[in-house]
């Protein structure tokens, strides 16, 4: 069998997964900021997305139940108070990863912000006496793309 003809066999195993992030409306998410669900996974409760925040908006307090990693598109991202509090200030092209445990009091945004985002696992949203708020895991995620998508479908 040729190679080419295997290679067709083998790749109709599988699905690629191509997204044009262009065509995809934001949705919001929280006060000032708006989500892309680019792919969720049940069977690992990985998921993927874009996030836009305006200047000023924040992620409230919450814990990492599965690493996260994440590639600054554009604006300034300051973690556990930025730098000049012994956190971390992201720039346009900087990469971060976010082990499972982390807990990040405030995550900012001093100016309008774009990155790419992925999380391994669950992030669990809490208020200052450590009691969960709400849970951000791979289904409402899901649900937040599903929504996005019928929303934009009814639009047409």
């Known amino acids: 069998m040729e190679k080419s003809s295997r290679d067709t066999l083998q790749n ?3 699905e690629d997964t191509y997204i044009h992030t262009d065509g995809m409306p934001w ?9 892309k669900v680019l792919r969720t996974s049940q069977e690992s409760g990985t998921w993927t997305t874009i996030f836009r925040c305006a200047k000023g908006s ?15 598109l554009s604006g300034k ?13 992201a720039y ?36 200052d006496d450590d009691k969960t708020i709400f849970v951000l895991d791979w289904k409402a995620v899901a649900k937040i793309g599903a929504d996005s998508a019928a929303s934009a479908r009814a639009a047409e």
């Open 92 to 127: 346009p092209g900087d990469y971060g990863y976010e082990p499972n445990g982390m807990v990040h009091d405030s995550t900012c945004f001093p100016e309008p912000s774009v990155f790419y985002f992925t999380n391994y696992g669950p992030i669990r949203f809490m208020d």
């Open 77 to 89: 991202m300051e973690v556990r108070g930025g730098v000049e509090k012994g956190g971390i200030t």
């Open 27 to 35: 949705t919001p998410f929280s006060d000032g900021i708006e989500i």
């Open 58 to 72: 924040a992620f409230a307090r919450h814990e990492h139940l599965g690493a996260g990693e994440y590639l600054m």
């Open 12 to 14: 109709a195993k599988f």
